[in-house]
Structure formats: structure tokens, C-alpha cells
């Protein structure tokens, strides 16, 4: 198969053994690769049941289709496993150079399994594979121990690891891939369960392509598109946070101080601008940039401290940290961001689950119902910079009252501490929420309480639309509707799965939408793909996710919003006064079940499982109805 | 292209020209054939608001794609056109011996296009193509002139003529092919209008299948499934009327008396059983069997009259005609039914349309809403056998007052009454309903709704799964329910068209279901097409015949149900008490419109059009959301 490395590789940790297997053609004219491929096989391979954290766990890393093409922004990887923060199906996606590594070493997905009971690095260099001891490594940092394996293993190798935060299970950690990071839904912990500290990859092979003259064209043709598109000065310019402000004041659902706001007030209501929107702070700060592979229109803001750690460089703020290390704290400092920003990537903390928890953690305090005594002594209120960055420090390392309260995330926080404090917890199926203050933005509400990794705004990636009010063929989307939202949710998923799977970032989908794709699988791989079969391999994935949770128990029960969004309207800015009302999400889900051709309890059914040719999840999980 | 003739035979009666086009490889590729090629070509080809029986209508013919082959029941052609009598999508099935005659005379399809200025026949023998005069054959009916059409031409040619209800344009007229018609939504008008009296067809080629050994294989295989299944024997012993009884006594949605009454109240109570339930009648009447090609489980009852035209021979009644025919026009005699189907058959009548025609009359007579000036003197009280005759005979000559009144069908016959008779015209965009009292059988009314053709059966062919409970991979169906609807219906529709595309009929979808077609195609055609790529070419082809009437200006307020429907309760039997509100019908549209990915307006989307590949249908008629 052209375009494939054409092998599997599979490393059981357990037994310290690596094997590699031919990557099978019939799967692969069903899945593409990536991350659809991925997904069958966490499905087909991790049983109904196993412990997120067990040895029956499986971590799998699936670069896109077209990752390694030299497609530009073609440069996204998955890793799937099942989440120990949800206890469903987990993806966490990364701009890795390890995609491309470890494709031109040989394989189009890499399966770990098993578990260690030492320390660990696996080490991939082509055919060779090791599984090396790294007990010196256990316990430093993400980004020291990758600084340590690359002055070990040489400049050409690509590496990920994980930081304390992983180490110690913390359930919303990170793996750190050279400072991209996979953060969400628990894959940290995922690997730190396994005892795999790092991984290192190097390839030097080629790999040949289908056309390797049209591709020289597409590449050509789609960096001019990029070039040329309006959103990508102000992407390079100002970052993923450069409609912060418009987010803030044109829409009203910047979510900001544990969600009390949709609308971070303090900030504007003082000086009528805050100093966490890029167009303030990224002219000041930014000292280079650390684009993805294949990227040419990097948004990446590498930012040099001045403040906190002076000449320390970190590779962020993005619009979700700005969010939830900012405004969500009610910290209106660009630097103080980065500086959290910085700790929750040496630690291998997601930024969002970690600052949404410390959010959560800080209205509590401020409530009384944590006491100083819970908090080992820190000063929890909004806004306190410090405070913030000790309690990461302590949820990384599981340290203390505070630490062991909030390395787990919201969920497990606020069921520890009772008291009502659930009612302001903002997760839904335990992980944390987005930069979207879904009360103001129905169909994106929709697409949080229904997606299968929790609130995920990737997952369907609908922000852009239902803010807009339109995006590629959709016109006349109605933000504060919660009517005719089933489809318009089901396409953006579908859609989403898709470019996962083929690996190009959401941020492009303004350039490629869906037509871009059928002439770069073409020239690529061979397959002679059109839309609808690209959609249907979108659909096909959502659908096996879907089923991996419907196997674990999930049902419509599940597909639910923080009560907060539900029952607090926002109280000022341009959408003061929206909310959710449990009606209206019934309403949504209706609709979108029907969309989807799911139960009225939101499983799959049978004919449509079937008519996605998942016969074998069919049988197992579909209903007659 | 293996298993495909190749070639597409192109006729305009304006010029009496026959010219041969290649078939277009990229549109077998996205279309397969059959039915949904020829609707592709039908959009294209057919302008926005062309005159039905005017010179830019067509008349496209197309085999279903399995056509020919050998395997069981894959007898299936389609005709397409602009209705008459809807003004939309006009879709006709037939299961016609001049599919296979058409292939092997080497052309996958046939356009008829244009107006002959005289009558005239149509003849093809293989390369020979000839527009041949007919004059001496007007006036006519329809199966004498195939008569004489065989003694002329000899006994290996296949024929199809219109009578004389075609050759008077009546909108409910059928064109008949050796006793098996393609007869709703006004098809033999479209002949008619075109002057064109009869086609003949000759073909002596052999088709090449992609692999012949195979292809035996599953002719054998699926002849033995047939053979096996529990509900062959029932269906050739006594046809496709052999569940009346259970339809009438244990479901109530036997309609009777133009609607009046969801159970054949008269016949039952009087007698507990009624005479045209084919278990009476059929084992007094049958002479013999006229199965379609390859039918391996022939539904067929031929049967010789008696009383009313002793010794002629009629093939029929099916259960449609023994609702519209017999319960209907509360006659309980299955003779007088197979009498007056056998007039339509001359006529060229479609016989539900006819006989919904003459219910409604038969109402409108016994209200006093018709007087006997009105009815030429018949006295149409229902229950009339020979006043029904008459008038059908009125109806294909246009004769007198109740011959104009009702030869265009209900719509038009209520619309020139007026006086609320309209009220009790049961029908949906013209289309008249067929045997399904649809008021309890509630997913089955919102099919009716919403098919492009009007009050179709098999658009969605989802009766049988509701009124039973169950099919295939569906279950807990609840047939009184107006919930969850939306999908199942949108399911069974898109399988419906992928049986007309390949030429299956639909009485052997309890044995073909879905997944008996990939080894089907893959032997005949080498196309490795898997059970997503199929449903796909169905849902496409939905999506056009939608397109196609949403261009003429279709919406949502035309998926409407019958007046009586919505509002008059079934007052008797198992399913009394029983109707379809407004509301419950606009909560069905809301759910149906998700599940295809149209607006609420009814409209597809762009984006589903384009997901199916259909850029130029999208950009033509597609909307936001």
C-alpha cells in the first residue's frame, strides 16, 4: 500500500517484547488509518471493564494518514486509550513530530500494552526496538527528562514523556511531545500507569507515495491557499487566542471565574481591555515559535518570562490556557498565564482540566466550604497568581490537602468535598470544560454534553459555526437556538473524526473544509476516495467511540451539562441571561439521536452500525431502535 | 465495465433520432445505475418547471443494475419522469421482462425524450433502433395492442403500451408491460403526451459478468434462502394480498369505505371473514402465474373471470387493488375486484389511484355532494360493481361528466367539486394513498408524508416493520407512536431506493436485507462495494428526487397527511380511536428533516448534498441549514 509505512508495532510492557505486525488492507480500505484505525483497536482489543489504570489498558499512538506528507498544517497525531477520567473512550490529539518519526521508522500506529513494573523509555529507532530502564528519569520533569534523552540519543530523535503529574496518576496529566502536548481526558496517567516514562523515536526511511508529482503540486498549491487565507495572519500574529476579545465582548461567553461569568467583567469593567488578549500581550512577549510539523501557518507563541522565571521559554499561551489559567482564575495577567502555563507542562498537567479544578477549588474557598486548612494554608481566592501556582505544583505531586484534592480533577473534587460544591464543578463526564461558554452557544452545548471524551470542544469543533453563524456551506445557525441543531452537531463530529484521522489541523478547516481531501488521499496513498466515502470513515469513528462508552454503561443519562449551565443564566455581557434549560438539551438530544440514528437513549443502533459496515459492534453493542 | 451493457440509448420523438451514448464511468461509479443513475439524469436533464406533458419532460427507463443475471427476484425496472400528476419527482417500478431485453439488447438505460407529433411505437432490436408509426394502434388498449405487437414481431420481443386513459393524458394512468404495470404518478401520461404508443425491445447479446463462477454460486444460494424462508410459500400461494385478514382483524388498518373506516366493517361483520381475503379466493380463481423475470417465488395470481367477462384472464388482483378496488368501494367480492382490474389493465388505469378516485366519488354521491347529472346517471353508492366499471371507463376516455371529473385523480376531481369535499380526497401531493390506514400506523404516515412521489408505499416500504413491530435489525417499533420516527424511516427509504437501483424487489427484503448486496454487485460488476457504499447510492438518490421537487418548490408545507387523516379517528376495530395530529405529524418532520440533514424547511443542506457528492445539486437547490 502506497503512502503506508505498512507495519503495526506492538509493545507489551508486561513482557518487555515488541512484535510487529503487517498493517491489514481491509482494515485500512475501511478506516484509512489514524485515528479511525486507532479507534477499532482500542475497541476490539480493550475490554468492556478494564481498569483505565490496569494492565488491560492500552495506549495507542496513530499519526494522521497524511501526517509526514509535507501537506502543509497535514501534522496531527492520536493517541487513544480509555480514559481514567471518564471511564470512556479517551483520544488526545498532538501537532507531534513523533508522528512523523515514527512513520518514517516503519509503522503507521504504534500499540503499548501491558504494563511495567519498573521505569521505562521505549526506544524505536527503525527496526530497532528497546525498552530501556529509566529509573534516573522517574521524577523529573517532562521537559528535562526529553532535554536528557535527546543529549542521550542525539539530535534526530523525536521524543514524548510524561512529567510527576503522570507519574503519580494524576487523572487529568499530560504527555509532553517537545512541547506540544496530548492533555486530555487522563492520557498521562494513562502512561505513567504503565511505568513509561518516555518515548523515543527516530525514522529514516522513505516513504513513497502514490503520486509523488501531484502530491510536489498539492503541497504547492494548498501552502498558497494557507498563504493566502485571511485567518492566518492574525493565527501567526496572535495565537489560537486572537479572538479572545471578540469572544469576550462581541459575544458575551468568554467564560471567566469558575463560569460565574460569561464575560470576564473585571478586566473590562476597570480598564475596558484585559491584558490576557493576545493583541496586548504577544507583541511584548513572543521571542519564537514551535510549530508543528508541516505547519506554515504555525500559531505557536513561544514566550520568554520575565516576572516568575526570568528567561525560562514557554511554548504558549493557546486561547484554552488564556481561558482556564486566566480568566477562569480571574488572573488578567498575560505572563503570570504563561508562568501556570510553564508549571503545567514541566509537571504533565492539562491546562484546562488543571485550571478549571483550581477555579473550582478557588469559588469553594472563596465560599468558605474549603477552608484554609483544606488548602494547606494557601490563600485560594481568585486571582492569586502564587496560590495557583503552588496548588499545581501539589496536585502534580499528590502533596498535601489541596494536592490530593484536586489531582484528579473537578469531578473527583468536588465529590470528595460534597456540599453542593458539584453544582459549580464544570465538567461533563468528568472532564473539564472549554473556553466556551456554552450557555450562550446551544449547539456547542449540544456537542460538549454528547461528545464521547466529555466536554471536548474538538470534537466537534462547532465553535467557529455557531459563533459565526455560519461556516463553509452552514448559513443562519442560531447560537441562542436550541432548534435543528442534530445534523449541524453530527456533520462538524463527523467531519472532526475525519481530519484526526488524516491528521490536518482543525485550525485549516477554514481551507480544506471536506473537498480538500479526496485529491491528497489520492495522491498519497492511491485510493481513489471521494467525499462521502471520506465523511462515512468520520462517522464510522464517531461511531465505534460512541460504542466503546455504550459498552461501559454510558447512556443518554450521560450526555448531560454542568448544573450550572443549566440553571445559572449568564449574568451579564452581550449574552447575559442564556442558559440551557434541561428542556431545551432534551430537545437537542432528540434531535440529534435522530441525526445520528441512535435510541432514543442515545445508543447506536443496529441498522446503523451495520450500514457502517461495524458488524461486529453491531452485534455487540447496537438496539433495534 | 463488467456486468453493464454500456451503452445508454437516447430517443427524441421530436426528431426521430436514436443516438447511443457511452455510459459515463465516473457516474456508474457514484450512481451504480438503475434508479439512481436515471433520477441523476432526470435532474439534469429535466428543467425547473417544465411542463409534465410537455416536450422537455423525459421518460427514462433503467433495469435495475442485478437485472438480467439470473439471481432470484432481481426483476426491477424503474421509469422516471416529472409527474403529472405531483408535478415533482415521478418514479415508477415495474418488474418488466423489457429490463433484461433492454441489457441485452445492450443499453443499461433509455431516454425518451421530446413529443412525435403522431403516434407512434418505438422499436429496438439490439443496434436497430426504429421509430415506427402506430397509428392503426391508437385508441387501443393496452394489452390488445401488445397483442398484436408479439403476432408482428414475434414471440422473443418484449412489449409495453399505454391504453387509452395514457393516450387522453389521464394523470392516473399506467403504461402496461405484458401484465405487470409501472402505473403511479401519471407515467402513462408522460407516454401518452409524447404520442408514444408502445415500445418494443429485442435483445440478443450475452452481458459478461466480472465473475461468472460466482455469480452461479449465489444464484444457487439465494434461489435455496427463498425457497427456505417462511413467508415464500404464503406469498405464492396466495399473493401479496395474503395478510389482509390480519391487516383487517388484528391491526384495523385495512382502510375501507374511502377512508372511513380502518376495518372492512361491512363484510366482517355481517359474514366474520370477507370474500376478498385471498384465502377465500384465490384457491376458487387461480388459472395460473405471470412472475416477473427470475422470480423464483412468484406473488402472481392469475386469474380467470366468471361472471363478468367469463374466460378472460387477468393477472391480479395484488393486495393494493383488493383495498382499492374492493374494500374501498366496500365491494366484498374478489371477482368483481379482479373485473375491475382488469378494466384498469386495459384502460391503462393505475389501479389505487382509480379506485381512491372512485371511493371519493362514491362518498361525495352518498353525501349528495354529486348528483346524479353529475354522474352521467350511475348510481355510485359504494358497494356499486358495475357503476365502479362504468366508471372507469368514463375516466380513460374522458366521457361525459364523471369521466372529466375523474380522470385526473382525487386532487384535481376535489378541487373542481369543491364544497369540502376535499376533506375526504385521500391524498398526499396528488398521489393517491395506498392500503394502509396510516392513522395507526404512524411512522408509515410520516413516510407517506414525505415521499418525493407523493402517498407511496415502497418509497420507504416501512409498513411491514411497523405494523409488525420489527424487521431486520429494528425492534420495539410502536406503530401508535409518533416518536422516534425520524431515522427508521430515513433508513428504510434509503434501502428502498438501493433495491430499485439494483432491480431487487422488495418482497425479498426479508432475505436480502442490506448485506446480501456487496457479493451481488461484486460478482456481476467486479465493483468491491461494501454495505456504507451502498446505502450511500441510496440516500443520494433521495437526496436528488428531493432536490428535484424542492427546485419545483417543495417544502415542508407539502408533507402534509389528508385532512381525514389528521383529523378523523379510525371509529372501529383494533386500531379505533387512532389518528396522526398536526402536531404529532410536525414533531415527526422536525425529527425526519435531522435525520436526513435537510432544514427545517425541508430543504437538504448543502453540506449533506456535498457530502453525497452532489456539488452541482448542492449549489442549485442546497441551503445552510
Not at 501531484?214 to 494557507?226: A, F, H, S
Not at 514566550?303 to 528567561?311: S, T
Not at 442564556?578 to 435510541?599: C, F, I, N, T
Amino acid at each position: 500500500m502506497k503512502g503506508y509505512a505498512g507495519k503495526i508495532l506492538r509493545v507489551n510492557l508486561t513482557e518487555g517484547k515488541a512484535t510487529k505486525e503487517d498493517l491489514p488492507e481491509e482494515l485500512v480500505k475501511k478506516f484509512l488509518g489514524g485515528l479511525a484505525l486507532a479507534s477499532y483497536y482500542l475497541y476490539k482489543e480493550v475490554p468492556k471493564g478494564a481498569d483505565p489504570l490496569g494492565e488491560e489498558n492500552k495506549l495507542i499512538f496513530a499519526p494522521g494518514v497524511l501526517v509526514g506528507t509535507g501537506l502543509p498544517t497535514l501534522s496531527k497525531s492520536s493517541l487513544v486509550f480509555k480514559s481514567p477520567l471518564t471511564g470512556g473512550f479517551g483520544r488526545s490529539v498532538v501537532g507531534a513530530k513523533m508522528g512523523v518519526a515514527l512513520k518514517k521508522a516503519g509503522y503507521d500506529m504504534l500499540i503499548i500494552e501491558g504494563k511495567a513494573d519498573k521505569p521505562k523509555i521505549l526506544r524505536i529507532k527503525d527496526d530497532e526496538v528497546e525498552i530501556l530502564d529509566a529509573e534516573d528519569l522517574w521524577g523529573k520533569d517532562a521537559l528535562e527528562t526529553q532535554k536528557i534523552l535527546k543529549e542521550k540519543f542525539g539530535k534526530n530523535v523525536t521524543t514524548a514523556a510524561i512529567g510527576p503529574a503522570g507519574e503519580n496518576l494524576s487523572l487529568i496529566s499530560s504527555v509532553d511531545f517537545e512541547e506540544r502536548q496530548a492533555a486530555r481526558a487522563g492520557v498521562g496517567a494513562v502512561m505513567g500507569s504503565k511505568k513509561l516514562k518516555a518515548i523515543v523515536v527516530e525514522g529514516n526511511r522513505k516513504i513513497e507515495y502514490h503520486d509523488e508529482e501531484k502530491l510536489k503540486e498539492l503541497i504547492k498549491k494548498w501552502i498558497n491557499v494557507i498563504k493566502d487565507h485571511p485567518a492566518t495572519k492574525a493565527d501567526m500574529d496572535y495565537g489560537s487566542g486572537e479572538f479572545l476579545d471578540w469572544m469576550n465582548r462581541e459575544r458575551g461567553t468568554f467564560p471567566s471565574r469558575n463560569w460565574q461569568w460569561g464575560y470576564f467583567q473585571s478586566a473590562y469593567d476597570t480598564k475596558g481591555y484585559t491584558e490576557i488578549d493576545p493583541y496586548k500581550w504577544v507583541p511584548k512577549l513572543r521571542v519564537g515559535r514551535n510549530p508543528c510539523p508541516n505547519c506554515t501557518k504555525p500559531c505557536s507563541q513561544v514566550v520568554e518570562l520575565k516576572k516568575y522565571k526570568p528567561g525560562v521559554k514557554v511554548d504558549g499561551p493557546e486561547y484554552e490556557t488564556l481561558y482556564s489559567l486566566g480568566g477562569e482564575l480571574e488572573i488578567d495577567d498575560a505572563e503570570a498565564v504563561a508562568y501556570l502555563n510553564y508549571l503545567c507542562d514541566i509537571y504533565g498537567l492539562d491546562t484546562i482540566s488543571a485550571g478549571v479544578t483550581i477555579g473550582w477549588a478557588m469559588e469553594a474557598y472563596e465560599r468558605g466550604l474549603l477552608t484554609k486548612e483544606d488548602t494547606d494554608g494557601l490563600d485560594l481566592r481568585f486571582g492569586n497568581i502564587e496560590a495557583a501556582a503552588e496548588a499545581l505544583r501539589k496536585m502534580a505531586y499528590r502533596e498535601g490537602n489541596i494536592g490530593k484534592l484536586l489531582a484528579d480533577g473537578v469531578k473527583r473534587a468536588s465529590e470528595k468535598l460534597g456540599k453542593d460544591s458539584w453544582k459549580f464543578a464544570i465538567h461533563i463526564k468528568g472532564l473539564e470544560l472549554p473556553a466556551y461558554d456554552v450557555r450562550g452557544i446551544k449547539g456547542m452545548a449540544l456537542a460538549l454534553a454528547v461528545s464521547y471524551r466529555g466536554a471536548c470542544h474538538l470534537t466537534a469543533g462547532v465553535y467557529g459555526t455557531e459563533l459565526v453563524g455560519k461556516w463553509w456551506k452552514f448559513e443562519n445557525i442560531d447560537r441562542l437556538s436550541h432548534e435543528n441543531k442534530g445534523f449541524e452537531i453530527k456533520f462538524h463530529e463527523d467531519l472532526m473524526q475525519l481530519y484526526d484521522t488524516l491528521g490536518a489541523c482543525k485550525f485549516s478547516r477554514h481551507m480544506f473544509f471536506l473537498e480538500g481531501f479526496p485529491e491528497m488521499v489520492y495522491a498519497v496513498t492511491g485510493l481513489n476516495v471521494d467525499k462521502s466515502y471520506l465523511i462515512t470513515v468520520g462517522e464510522r469513528m464517531y461511531n465505534i467511540a460512541r460504542a466503546f462508552n455504550v459498552r461501559e454503561g454510558f447512556s443518554r443519562k450521560d450526555d448531560t451539562l454542568p448544573w450550572r449551565i443549566m440553571h445559572e443564566p449568564i449574568p451579564k455581557g452581550p449574552s447575559a441571561g442564556a442558559r440551557v434549560s434541561p428542556k431545551e438539551l432534551e430537545h437537542m438530544l432528540d434531535e440529534y439521536y435522530q441525526a445520528r440514528g441512535w435510541s432514543n437513549e442515545g445508543i447506536p443502533t443496529k441498522a446503523k452500525l451495520i450500514s457502517l459496515d461495524l458488524d461486529d459492534i453491531a452485534e455487540e453493542v447496537g438496539v433495534g431502535i
